[in-house]
């Protein structure tokens, strides 16, 4: 954990806080068709930690993952600056990552070395950076628009 | 508004709430490929409203409209129980309706009879319930999911 | 029979086509998710049958329902003038709709009094236009662009 | 292209067919939302080239993307063995990526170490593997589903 923070320019209690938050974030998830909570949690720079969690819908695309729930409540709140993204599943195969969709939703609004924390059910954790996560990828300015994460 | 409020048991000042706070969310849309702002808000049963706006992607499809943006937070903060769903856009051309997608997930959460009341620019409006705007809808009882607005 | 087809300008022989290849489509799907087959078919204006079935992912958001396949290969097989949309389940209920995402989809590209015959699992069958199915509805004319169905 | 032809299997001629076939397919786009052509073919263990290019929406979350139109298509033809992806833009600055969505479809179908090939507007292009754009992915085992890129 410590080795962690330090990377990514986290204090050992924001690492806890994200944990907590996204852990306790799972159990607000609407998964009656997959069973599969996931929760999620966004650290913004003035120290705000915005939850979301999975709505599914009988037409499964219409499903909202954890991810893209939190990053909607946290733009309608006007947030535009991230320090972290966590998401917490009741995986037991090792933490689970964030669908390549909420990948992309993540890059609209973080910038490339954002730390993306994932912890399965036993809290075990795995970081990687968006850049990693999502390589080689297209956001606002290559259709011409500001990159929020910039502003 | 009177007549409308009537035939969907809302207050004059519930329905002026829904007005003003739909328009208020509209400003909070993050849209810089459309450039066309939709402001949502929730009446729960027991008096809240929950905005939502919509939030768009370099990658169009992993868009979220302001309406599920809106779901996303209610669900999250454990709200299954909704009396209205009002939407507000700059259209000047009448009152702009909720896209199939988001009346799909107002068919999660809501019961058939539920007013979706629509203002456009000038706070002209039209009103149309769920079952008016989706009819021989499928809903969690199509696959065997209690139906959150029937507990 | 004869009296949908005579209302919606279809021949009985275009009919049984339309029933025979959504429920033949049916049969493509690629569901482990949900186990829920559906089947598609566009008739177009020139006599073409396109097919689609549902295409799920372990990203259920991700997942495109049978219709959007179709025509999503429609359209890229230059496609434009539809004239009439089947859709074929497994429903023991009665027969089951095109989700609203879907609705959306098909109004892009279809008139508003377009045919949707829905099939349920024994081809017991539905009828619905289009604009009986997304009333109210916005499509291309709303942001500016020419409606492709009137090209 | 013969170092690249080399480390992923493709005969130089496939590589020019698929330049070819993403290019041509990327004339078919239905995109007066974006203005942005996406062109995209898939390349099946029996040698046949699917094509698929964007199909866009009003509801911009109703849209469909190249890289999904084209594997609709094919799941639906009842392919599931895939040989390599080619994408084709009208970029200028350098070839432009499948979005995250689209990844993460490529991923439900594709084995990990498939290529996905890149071209900008100039047929310059870029190869990466699919386990490069999108590591530590999730597909249908995380969810207790066969494979179907193993089958
Ligand atoms: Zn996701
Ligand atoms: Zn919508
Ligand atoms: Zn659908
Ligand atoms: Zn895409």
Do not use: W
Not at 54 to 70: G, I
Not at 78 to 104: E, L, Y
């Amino acid at each position: 954990v410590s080795a962690t923070c330090a990377a990514h320019n986290l204090t050992e209690s924001e690492f806890h806080a994200l944990r907590e938050q996204a852990t306790a974030a799972k159990s607000r998830a609407y998964c009656p068709y997959s069973g599969f909570r996931v929760g999620a949690v966004l650290l913004t720079r003035n120290g705000e930690y915005i939850p979301g969690a999975n709505v599914e819908n009988a037409s499964y695309p219409v499903t909202t993952c954890a991810e893209r729930v939190a990053f909607g409540r946290a733009v309608v709140d006007g947030h535009r600056d991230f320090k972290a993204v966590a998401v917490a599943t009741d995986s037991n195969q090792g933490p689970a990552s964030p669908c390549g969709m909420c990948r992309q939703c993540i890059r609209e609004f973080c910038e490339l070395k954002t730390p993306i924390i994932m912890f399965d059910k036993k809290s075990n954790f795995t970081v990687m950076r968006l850049e990693e996560l999502l390589p080689l990828s297209f956001g606002p300015s290559a259709l011409g628009v500001p990159e929020p994460s910039k502003s």
